[in-house]
């Protein structure tokens, strides 16, 4: 002993033992010995700590195996479980009560070996506290609590299945007797969070009581009168139970009773608010007609355990209702082992039902309520649209893709709620169910929900109220809802205002409504994901608003200095972190505007990668980390590395057509002005041009294309202008036989006819020679422009087999002989237009349509 | 386990074969598959379609479990369907029928939930999207279409559009032979090959082709690979071509425009798939091989025999268990994908039974919510507890309301002791009287 009193240091294994002992000795009230509790027990949880940071209870080291050590310990160890006994089968029932939870702790720690050794002779020891003779709470709560601890220990080893079964059925009596008989709602929490553990680990023990389970917990639930917490958590039990007999039915006879005991209550609770027939709706989706009905929840008629509730005030009854749904959410979130048959549509019926009522009168009604109910009402209605939007969300996580046939419905029910939303909280939540739409169902969905997440997020980012002040918490918390509020949006008063009115800048804010940060966080977040899930599909119309919103958004949020995200002390956690949260969330939507696929270059690049590049530099935040990924992942959109993979794309097509995007009324007539010698210069500033607004992408490829250009001169431009015009056309009408008409019918509309009563007539003459003889031609000498014209012909008109044999099967001669036809008309459309310019440097733009009579002669000359 | 299935359409059974030794798995008896008409539902069972005879007015599909090589569940759709589908879970199976309709099947119930008028002619192929929520068409009539599942089960944003699908891509002026997919959710690519001799790059986002390749043969079989930096396309003339995605290409090369090189297989190629891992693609012919090129060095690493017939169907299906003979583990391991349970596809759409109509079957989500320790928790909140019953706010209230006590039970003493001294006065003056009286009496 002396010797091993002797240790090296903390970590010597030698220490252990001694330590344990003396832990014994100071902190372990003795049995016999009336010792005052209140000293000793305080010091619990630092025994406990010491206990587990040193692991003292787990017997063994890797680096010691020193029998007279292993010997020393072992004895401890059994010092302590001998204390531990003695203090369990004290009257006293403080030290009842601190043996019960250090044998918990123990279950926890000690060694394999041991605890299989004595785990039986623990399990019989702690039952008898939780059986009738012991009435402390305290001692059944801890019971309780350790029975647990034993249990879950317990089920990983697979060796002691059978027996560990046998065992947990022996708790199954005592544990409905404390829910039935004992009258203390911490000890149902205590029952409740066993026999969570039981269901888990042991599903078969609870079998044969099965009802008997069900009725219990469902007294409690329905008769509403506890805590929430407590509430949920027999809520949760009830909602696995059907894992205990682990087959299809019973998980569907569960959803069904559960869904009609919130159908009955709401019927009876909305009573005068919503019209009869929604009544038999619920009802007729519930229960097949002809089929029998179920068995009431826990076989009581679910209003009889409610009623009295009921009748001893008017208020609703929400806690009932509410733990119900918690428990449909469990159900469908939870794994079970089988395949089940989930009442979708009754769901979704209940979920619209809950969400359509609030507080207002259906006109057809007479006044069925007093007012008071009504405001009583109304006060609650909150928590259960809040309960039937988490349920919503739980129904597209347990259905996942196959959702889709209800899909339709489920969108029409939120934007629907989207449009009378007016709380906070609600808000929020509604933007997650938006998320999970969004991350479940895919880009078909982003196309559809797109419309109503921008216009909801509009409104929520852009009312000033929240980034120039504080929130102030009474704005966060659930208010009452007040029929009168119900229309939100800007331009109605809150109430609410005033206690802003404080703050300095609100002058000019007074006329809008306000947003908690949190509901900013929440649009913020929802934009994000609709630009990383949506943003390449029909998304033109929306995004370059969308784009420079986040941005502002961003700008707002980083202009007051840098978010804490560590909880300051003083503060309780939420209002220190939210700002940081805030500026988090736009930025990352920023991110995503910048990366989501777009047609043009993000057009607030710089601006962007200036605040990433501010971020960055508050080293050791989330937010600096994030910054940092940004700069990085935004590097690969300046310097792209993939080539572009588009033939077709207007923009990349050639200049003169990428300029007539931006400045439509100027590109023909631009065109035109151009002769040989200005066209070097011309071509120049058309590149810059372009440079300034497209990527390096496109300056990589001009590259390439650049010697082509040369080689075609200038004539080669209208000849490019034209087909990039008949690309366009034939990819409104693909169908389109003829390229020239088409051609025609589009320059009437987009410009004005007399202005390009000359280019048209000679493209057309262009193209069609190139159609008649030269499509491979055009390829050989010319590489940028021969990619194109082939593009552009089988894209305009069709092409059948033929045309391809021809393609595949023609030879060097032939591109010769048409290369030199089509070069043969080059200099006469640049004789043209040459001439057209000395004409245009004298006199303007009116003469124009003289001189371009001659030009298509000049061309059906030549050819 | 990744294993590669292969069917002929020639009755060759369907081949197994584990793709990293090369093992020959179980084969599956009886199936004489259409190009694209087998397929792996959510990696539990396979499902193919049976042509036998093309004239014949009926075909029908047939389940396989993956642990027994007869056919078990037989369906008779209403029409030869010859491409199908399932998306990633394996909830859903599409057919495309040959007079141009798809439709779209439940699996865990079979009801035929939709049905819609897709192209003029027979539907050659099926594809869905990476998220499941878009399924792709090619038809006999040339045209691609893009549909929205979404649009395709909501009746009233139908009425509302002119039109069911997303996209119509009509450019293709053949029979469309093969459509792939690429990455990128809503700003994908999607490559189809016809038999004009093209292979046509269309972009998902802006719903217009980007790219045409002509290629000197015919092309039957396309894979992008998983890079998307070229794709290949496997021709009648018995090579593999790879044409340029992101990839460059110099235009000056034996083959045409955007064709980096070929691979060259003797006979025409008949099917491909594309392995990420391993960079291996797979091409099917029609002397009934199946060759596995290694891409990097473009060599045939492996070949499987599966027929004498051509090959037209290669999938490359990743199981979570391996294929063991002994069923009875198989079945313990899967017991999630309880097989038997699958009913037969039905015919017609019948909403009859309202009951079935109103419930979906799922598999729940496989949440681990498993309970931890709580003894060291407890310990801290009762002591907490007990603390805060100590503690000077909580006495303080306590001190109150025994003060308040206190002053209800000297009032209720002061009421009872007048009540006792009211009622000894009346009994002392009753004596007192008395007493005279009886004095009296005895006086």
């Known amino acids: 002993m002396a010797k091993l009193d002797q240790f090296e240091n903390m970590y010597d294994v030698g220490s252990k033992p001694p330590m344990l002992r003396n832990l014994i000795r100071h902190y372990l009230p003795a049995a016999n010995h009336p010792r005052d509790l209140n000293t000793s027990c305080f010091e619990l949880p630092k025994l406990v700590s010491v206990l587990q940071t040193h692991r003292l209870l787990s017997e063994s080291d890797s680096h010691s195996v020193d029998p007279k050590l292993i010997n020393a310990w072992k004895s401890a160890v059994d010092d302590w479980l001998g204390c531990l006994l003695s203090l369990l089968s004290s009257d006293m029932s403080d030290k009842c009560w601190v043996g019960i939870c250090l044998l918990g702790v123990t279950c926890q720690e000690c060694s394999n070996q041991r605890f299989l050794t004595s785990y039986s002779v623990w399990l019989d020891n702690l039952l008898s506290h939780i059986q009738p003779p012991s009435d402390s709470q305290l001692v059944k709560i801890a019971s309780c609590t350790s029975l647990s601890d034993l249990l879950t220990r317990l089920a990983r080893f697979f060796e002691v299945k059978k027996d560990a079964n046998s065992l947990a059925g022996k708790l199954i009596q005592p544990v409905l007797k404390l829910l039935n008989e004992d009258n203390v709602e911490a000890v149902w929490e205590g029952a409740a969070s066993l026999l969570y553990t039981l269901i888990t680990f042991f599903p078969a023990s609870i079998h044969h009581s099965y009802d008997k389970v069900e009725a219990a917990i469902a007294s409690k639930i329905l008769s509403g009168k506890f805590s929430t917490i407590t509430l949920k958590k027999l809520g949760y039990c009830l909602a696995l139970l059907p894992k205990s007999k682990g087959d299809k039915d019973s998980w569907s006879l569960m959803m069904q009773k559960i869904l009609i005991s919130i159908n009955d209550h709401l019927n009876e609770a909305f009573q005068g608010v919503e019209e009869e027939a929604k009544y038999d709706e619920a009802r007729r989706l519930l229960v097949t007609p002809g089929k029998d009905l179920p068995s009431p929840l826990g076989g009581h008629t679910s209003l009889e355990g409610g009623s009295y509730n009921r009748t001893s005030s008017e208020r609703l009854p929400t806690a009932t209702i509410s733990t119900l749904m918690f428990c449909c959410c469990k159900m469908l979130t939870s794994s079970y082992p089988v395949q089940v048959s989930a009442p979708v549509r009754s769901i979704l019926a209940l979920v619209e039902r809950l969400l359509r009522v609030d507080g207002s009168l259906p006109p057809t009604m007479l006044p069925f309520m007093t007012s008071l109910q009504r405001e009583l009402m109304c006060s609650e209605l909150p928590v259960l649209h809040a309960y039937s939007l988490e349920l919503l969300i739980a129904v597209i996580k347990g259905m996942r893709r196959q959702l889709l046939p209800h899909s339709a419905y489920v969108v029409r029910v939120v934007t629907r709620y989207f449009k009378i939303c007016a709380l906070p909280e609600l808000r929020i939540k509604l933007y997650s169910v938006i998320r999970m739409l969004l991350l479940s169902m895919g880009v078909g969905m982003a196309i559809y929900l797109a419309p109503d997440v921008i216009d909801n997020a509009f409104s929520d980012l852009n009312s000033p109220a929240g980034e120039d002040f504080e929130i102030s918490p009474a704005n966060t918390g659930p208010a009452l809802l007040q029929p009168s509020n119900r229309k939100r949006k800007h331009g109605t008063k809150t109430g609410s205002m005033e206690k802003q009115g404080a703050s300095p800048k609100v002058g000019e804010s007074n006329t809008h409504q306000t947003t908690p940060i949190t509901v900013k966080i929440a649009a913020v977040d929802s934009l994000e994901l609709l630009l990383t899930v949506g943003a390449a599909s029909k998304s033109d119309s929306w995004r370059s608003s969308i784009d420079s919103l986040l941005l502002r958004t961003a700008i707002n949020s980083c202009k007051r200095g840098w978010g804490n995200v560590e909880n300051n002390v003083f503060l309780p956690h939420e209002p220190a972190s939210v700002w940081a949260d805030f500026q988090l969330s736009s930025l990352r939507a920023l991110l995503a505007s910048f990366l989501a696929p777009a047609r043009v270059r993000p057009p607030y690049l710089s601006q962007g990668l200036e605040l990433f590049r501010r971020g960055k530099q508050e080293a050791g935040t989330t937010l600096a980390q994030f910054c940092g990924y940004a700069l990085f992942s935004l590097e690969v959109l300046i310097h792209p590395r993939a080539l572009p993979l588009d033939d077709f794309h207007p923009a990349y097509h050639n200049p003169t057509d990428g300029a007539s995007n931006r400045f439509p009324e100027n590109t023909y007539s631009g065109s035109q002005k151009q002769n040989s010698l200005f066209l070097s210069a011309a071509q120049r500033t058309e590149e810059g041009a372009i440079k300034s607004h497209d990527d390096d992408l496109y300056n990589k490829w001009l590259e390439n294309e650049n010697n082509a250009f040369k080689d075609m001169r200038d004539t080669s431009r209208p000849n490019d202008s034209s087909l990039a015009n008949v690309l366009e056309v034939s990819e409104q009408e693909p169908a389109a036989a003829n390229a020239d008409l088409h051609m025609r019918g589009e320059d009437e509309i987009v410009v004005q006819p007399r202005r390009l009563e000359e280019p048209i007539p000679k493209s057309q003459e262009i193209v069609s020679a190139n159609a008649d003889t030269s499509r491979p031609a055009v390829g050989t000498n010319l590489e940028g422009g021969q990619i194109e014209s082939k593009k552009v012909l089988s894209a305009s008109d069709r092409l059948n087999d033929i045309d391809h044999d021809m393609l595949s099967g023609v030879d060097k001669a032939n591109f010769d002989t048409v290369g030199r036809k089509t070069s043969s008309t080059l200099p006469n459309v640049e004789k043209g237009s040459s001439s057209m310019t000395h004409l245009e440097s004298e006199s303007s733009m009116d003469s124009f349509p003289n001189i371009v009579d001659a030009d298509p002669d000049t061309d059906s000359d030549s050819d | 386990m990744n294993v590669v299935i292969a069917s002929s359409s020639i009755d060759g059974g369907i081949g197994c074969w584990d793709l990293q030794t090369g093992a020959e798995q179980l084969r599956y008896k009886t199936c004489a598959s259409p190009p694209h008409g087998l397929a792996s539902i959510g990696s539990s069972f396979l499902a193919c379609s049976q042509l036998r005879d093309p004239s014949a007015t009926s075909g029908h599909v047939l389940y396989w479990s993956w642990s027994k090589p007869q056919a078990q569940v037989k369906s008779f759709p209403a029409e030869p369907i010859k491409p199908i589908a399932a998306n990633s879970e394996g909830s859903y199976i599409v057919g495309g029928g040959s007079s141009g309709d798809i439709y779209f099947w439940e699996v865990a119930t079979g009801r035929l939930l939709k049905k819609w008028h897709a192209h003029y002619r027979a539907v050659t192929c099926l594809v869905f999207s990476e998220d499941d929520s878009l399924l792709i068409s090619g038809s006999e009539d040339g045209c691609v279409r893009v549909w929205s599942l979404f649009m395709i089960f909501d009746d009233v944003r139908q009425q509302q559009a002119s039109h069911l699908y997303e996209y119509s891509f ?271 009496k005895g006086n």
């Open chain 2, 170 to 440: 009509t450019e293709h002026t053949l029979r469309v032979t093969d459509i792939a997919m690429g990455y990128g959710g809503g700003n994908a690519i999607i490559v189809s090959a016809s038999e004009d001799r093209t292979c046509k790059v269309w972009s998902l986002s802006r719903g217009r082709l980007l790219r045409n390749v002509v290629f000197p043969s015919i092309i039957d079989a396309i894979a992008i690979d998983s890079g998307e930096h070229v794709f290949y396309a496997g021709g009648r003339d018995g090579k593999i071509y790879i044409a340029a995605l992101n990839a460059e290409s110099s235009p000056s090369n034996n083959y045409g425009l955007h064709i980096i090189g070929s691979l060259t297989d003797q006979r025409p190629v008949t099917c491909m798939a594309y392995s990420a891992e391993g960079n291996l693609l797979l091409s099917g012919s029609e002397d009934g091989m199946i060759r596995v090129w290694d891409m990097k060095t473009k060599n045939i690493v492996r070949m499987f025999r599966h027929s004498k017939g051509p090959v037209n169907n290669i999938l490359i299906v990743r199981l979570s268990y391996p294929l063991n003979r002994s069923e009875s583990k198989v079945q313990a391991s899967s017991r999630r994908h309880e097989f038997s349970l699958h009913p037969p596809l039905e015919k017609y759409a019948n909403s009859s039974d309202e009951d079935i109509d109103n419930k979906t079957i799922i598999t729940l989500p496989d949440t681990i919510d498993l309970p931890s320790y709580l003894s060291s928790q407890l310990i801290n909140d009762h002591i907490k507890q007990l603390q805060q019953q100590g503690s000077s706010a909580a006495a303080e209230m306590e001190v109150k309301r025994l003060k308040l006590d206190g002053q209800r039970s000297m009032e209720m003493f002061q009421q009872l002791k007048k009540v006792y001294d009211n009622l000894q006065e009346f009994c002392v003056n009753e004596l007192l009287d008395g007493q005279p009286m009886d004095g009296s």
